[in-house]
């Protein structure tokens, strides 16, 4: 009787190509139709904030002398102006694709420097541990006791406000969340056999953490890089709102809400658009997030 050699589940059959890891995770975002809801509002959003002057073919600091009614009040949505006009005759639509900018610079820059504070702490912290970890854990968990939205408050009160200053001021109370992950999966990791052997022969420090460590932290680093977004965007806006973020004339979605506020009743699409426009994009990188914490942490597959 002949005997056929099986093959192993996780390899691909005879003449088929391997799938790349980062083909498979892409494949499996794709049949999500949550995940795709999410990329595809991002993608209608980076498209518009990419080609708004094109889009539109208004600036968006142009009061246009045709912008309001006769009793000086914003025009409603119309064939001309999509989404109406604000309070000062600027087409809403224009404003809404340049502040579409602004949210997306804020939320990759400010996300990035806030992964990159926190990556740096949790590791250091988790691999040293020590005087050193116990320190930088102190100092992270005292950062945690304020509340985000007070200390981001506090700091953009001290530097003047403009675009960049608000991505760091954001960078700087957002770090926190990721160090804290960070620091718990670097402890659980340096204490495995493989980084044992590594200590074993010699191995730096520096050689274990870019070699050996760093790689399995990455899938965290992408879901909460991906999830962090959502919640910068969300207080870019308050901030902007409130007055202490992005500052008119350039535009943001915070401020657009907080400039045309007074016309809510008269004027609802002022506020709505706007509102709809930071919700959507939230929620957007909010699913992207959620199924790549599915698809890329071996403990949540199961439970998909």
Known sequence: MAVTNPIAPDLPAPGQMPVKPRAGVWRRLLKRPLALLGLFIVAIVLAGAILGPWLTGYDPNEQMFDGLTLEGSPLPPNAKFWLGTDLLGRDLLTRILFGARTSLIIGIVANGVALLIGTLVGVTAGYFRGWIGSALMRFTD??????????????????????????????????????????????????????????????????????????????????????GISTTVLLEATLSYLGIGVQPPTASWGNIIFENQTYFQAAPWLVFFPGAAILALALAFNLIGDALRDILDPTQRGRA
């Open 142 to 227: 005292l950062m945690m006791a304020f509340p985000a939205l007070l200390l981001a408050i506090c700091l953009a009160a001290v530097f003047e406000p403009s675009l960049w200053i608000v991505a760091m001021v954001i960078a700087l109370v957002n770090w926190v969340q990721t160090a804290r992950v960070i620091y718990t999966e670097t402890s659980s990791l340096s204490e495995r056999e493989f980084i044992d052997a590594e200590r074993t022969i010699g191995a730096s420090a520096p050689r274990i953490l870019l070699r050996h460590i760093l790689p399995h932290l990455l899938p965290s680093i992408i879901v909460w890089g991906t999830l």
